[in-house]
């Protein structure tokens, strides 16, 4: 098939590693949730059913064209008024098939819509420009993947089981989509709107521990379900999740992958994702960076995006819009963080999100440690910051890990 859909098509670097044929590919993704057969049969049922239409159609045009042209010295014929049998044809057999496709386009919408009680929730915040879900134990995800050059987050759910996203935005309307799950629903500010899905099919990663068993990472499984071991072949295995509100500039950038886990590897990945206290403020910094969005506006080599580079900002002095000045440093950043309108940087305007209740202390402060870890000249102060702070936690003070 090759020879007809160019490499080019086929290789697409996001569908390149599913394991599925090309007629799938070109039209579909693997099916991989209870939702998948019934919609992929409507959607082909409506397709071949207006192909079929389109053909017999557009042929009896063309040829009825031809055949009763306008010819020298043949009268026109006069067209019969009318030929009850052929109305009552063309009248039934259309009614009937489009009574077909409403009540099964219906039943499956009623089927999406409503989802089932026994549900996981997981609290969904789309802004711009990531997505965040907070799983029930309070719990986000830690663990990145590439996806179209980018480190996108991976999210974790449990394989047979149903999960409901409640979702909601901090800014523009946003569209969560599950390509393998045939799922998508509409992301609103100042409304909660909810979707529900329910994996099937194999797991497409389980958890590999090491570091004497302390960490814990996503490994992706092989079509036979053997543990992936080539560091160069894990990125890209596992589903897709897209931002589909194509109205602003970087909603194609709202990426993240799905990974399909068994029972027990998802109980085992969200206590993991959960403690971040054996993570050091620097490391987990840079992590945030990535999950939380800031790297979509900030970038850490001095390259200006929406919003200034991090890159050596810790220690120098800022002027605001309104001609304030003040030094970058912990409060700077915390402030920025938290109410981002307090003091907007000259040359820049009010676009940052405030993540004021969305973040722990503790992340703030891994963040701002990061910041000062990108300026070269307080880079050892930044790793000090850190040592000292893990010293303090294996130190074993009797009081549980910050969170
Ligand atoms: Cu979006």
């Not at 014929?77 to 219906?106: A, D, K, Q």
């Not at 997981?122 to 965040?132: E, F, P, R, S, Y």
Request: net charge neutral; with cysteine; glycine share 6%.
């Amino acid at each position: 098939m090759s020879a007809i859909f160019p490499e080019s098509v086929l290789m697409n670097p996001l569908l390149a590693s599913e394991d599925v044929g090309w007629w799938t590919r070109l039209w579909f993704r693997a099916k991989a949730s209870t939702f998948a057969g019934e919609t992929d049969a409507i959607y082909n049922f409506i397709f071949w059913v207006s192909i079929a239409f389109f053909v017999v159609l557009m042929f009896l045009m063309v040829y009825w064209g031809i055949k009763y042209r306008r010819k020298p010295g043949v009268a026109p014929e006069i067209s019969p008024s009318h030929n009850t049998p052929l109305e009552i044809v063309w009248t039934v057999v259309p009614t009937i098939l489009l009574f077909v496709m409403f009540v099964w386009g219906f039943k499956g919408y009623l089927n999406k819509a409503v989802s089932p009680v026994d549900a996981e929730v997981i609290q969904v915040t789309a802004k711009k420009w990531n997505w965040t879900f907070e799983y029930k134990t309070g719990a986000k995800s830690r663990e990145l993947d590439r996806m179209a050059d980018m480190d996108v987050p991976v999210f974790a759910l449990p394989l047979n089981r149903p999960v409901k996203f409640v979702m909601s935005s901090d800014d523009v309307i946003h569209s969560m989509f599950f390509p393998e799950f045939r799922a998508k629903r509409d992301v609103m500010p100042n409304r909660y709107t909810t979707m529900w899905v329910q994996p099937t099919g194999k797991p497409t990663h389980t958890v590999e521990r090491y570091d004497n068993g302390k960490k814990l990472r996503l490994a992706p499984l092989d079509s036979a379900g053997n543990v992936i071991t080539d560091m160069a072949e894990r990125a890209g295995k596992g589903y897709n999740l897209f931002c589909t509100e194509y109205c602003g500039d970087q909603h194609s950038q709202m990426l993240a992958r799905i990974a399909v886990l068994a029972e027990a590897d998802y109980k085992d990945w969200l206590d993991y994702q959960g403690d971040t206290s054996g993570v050091p403020l620097n490391v987990l910094g840079e992590q945030l960076y990535k999950l939380q969005g800031c790297a979509t506006c900030h970038s850490v080599n001095g390259a200006k995006g929406t919003g200034p580079t991090w890159k050596d900002i810790w220690g120098e002095t800022h002027k605001s819009t309104t001609g304030a000045s003040a030094t970058v440093d912990e409060n700077y950043i915390r402030e920025s963080i938290l109410v981002p309108g307090a003091f907007v940087r000259e040359g820049f305007s009010n676009q940052m999100p405030s993540y004021q209740g969305k973040m722990k202390d503790r992340e703030i402060r891994a963040l701002t440690t990061y910041i000062m870890s990108l300026n070269d000249k307080f880079k050892q102060d930044a790793q000090a910051v850190s040592d000292e702070e893990m010293a303090k936690q294996q130190g074993g003070s009797g009081s549980t890990p910050a969170k």
